[in-house]
């Protein structure tokens, strides 16, 4: 079983990016699946979920969309109005729970997204 994020980059402040994790080895759409992100020096934390609806953290929301291609098995996170505190790696999971879950199953790799002012 296999997460694959990809799509960081470095961009200025104010400009979009979008994440994508194509998930391999199993089917993950009966899975709940999240984006976290971990800035240096800092605990990672809950960006978006997206299960039968999307859930988001309040740093994000309004700025972030969480969607899913079932039929390419993979997520995606768009991320506009971007902020040099959105500067982190972000990680995308699966998880067997429900949408608000703190449970994640499977972890895949981290893409750096820079943020510059």
């Known amino acids: 079983v296999q997460l694959q994020a990809s799509g960081g980059g470095l961009v200025q402040a104010g400009g979009s990016l979008r994440l994508s994790c194509a998930a391999s080895g199993r089917t993950f759409s009966s899975y709940t699946m999240g984006w976290f992100r971990q800035a240096p020096g800092k605990e990672r934390e809950f960006v978006a979920a997206v299960s039968g609806g999307t859930y988001y953290a309040d740093s994000v929301k309004g700025r972030f969309t969480i969607s899913r291609n079932y039929g390419k098995n993979t997520v995606y996170l768009q991320m506009n109005s971007l902020k040099p505190e959105d500067t982190a790696v972000y990680y995308c999971?699966?998880?067997?729970?429900?949408?608000?879950?703190?449970?994640?199953?499977?972890w895949g790799q981290g893409t750096q997204v820079t943020i510059s002012s």
């Open positions: 999971a699966a998880s067997s729970g429900t949408l608000r879950t703190n449970e994640y199953d499977y």
